[in-house]
């Protein structure tokens, strides 16, 4: 990893775990956390605390959450993207990648797309089958991640030579950004 690199990733991380806190009470707080801003002329809400009543929007979420994310992950599934992940731990006969350098950012937008239908509406078993199938998910990402801790399935294997050697188009911090925004959103 080059001098660059690193100074980013110690910074990233000193300034993560600075802002650190010891209670849950940023659970509640919005997606976006503007209290101390002095620009800010708006404040938000957490996705728990909207209601969307019968109308347009909230056929859209049900229509989201029953159908879109069901689908949107059956379709990950059948181009080979989780199994990306699993063929790195060996849970998977896929010989190869499948999909550009980027394909590890659709699974995690796919967790923060259903960890945010479960912090928008009471649904018992679309609850449980959404965090069974995350959970599954997240154990399949964890063994494929490296040792060195270490995570994208382009560049693992026999890609490895090649990490961090074009940054400005190997979309490895763009995969690292999604997976942190998934992380988030489901922890919420």
């Not at 849970?91 to 190869?96: E, F, G, H, P, Y």
């Not at 797309?113 to 399949?140: E, K, N, Y």
């Not at 801790?149 to 979309?171: I, P």
Request: glycine letters at 4%; hydrophobic letters at 40%; a neutral charge.
């Amino acid at each position: 990893m080059n001098r660059t690199m690193r100074i980013f990733f110690v910074l990233a991380f000193s300034a993560a775990a600075l802002s650190a806190q010891t209670d849950d009470s940023w659970r509640s707080q919005g997606i976006l956390y503007l209290d101390h801003s002095p620009s800010a002329k708006l404040h938000d809400l957490p996705v728990s605390a909207v209601k969307m009543q019968a109308g347009f929007w909230a056929d859209r979420m049900r229509v989201n959450a029953e159908r879109s994310v069901p689908t949107m992950l059956q379709e990950l599934e059948d181009h080979g993207i989780v199994n990306n992940f699993r063929r790195l731990s060996g849970r998977s006969t896929q010989a190869t990648h499948q999909g550009p350098v980027y394909t590890d950012s659709d699974l995690y937008k796919w967790i923060e797309a259903a960890a945010f239908v479960l912090q928008s509406g009471d649904r018992p078993q679309l609850r449980a089958t959404l965090l069974a199938t995350i959970d599954r998910l997240i154990d399949d990402i964890l063994a494929a991640q490296e040792p060195s801790g270490y995570l994208n399935t382009y560049y693992q294997g026999d890609k490895a030579a090649l990490r961090f050697t074009e940054m400005h188009r190997s979309h490895e911090l763009y995969c690292l950004g999604h997976l942190l925004q998934a992380a988030i959103a489901y922890y919420r």
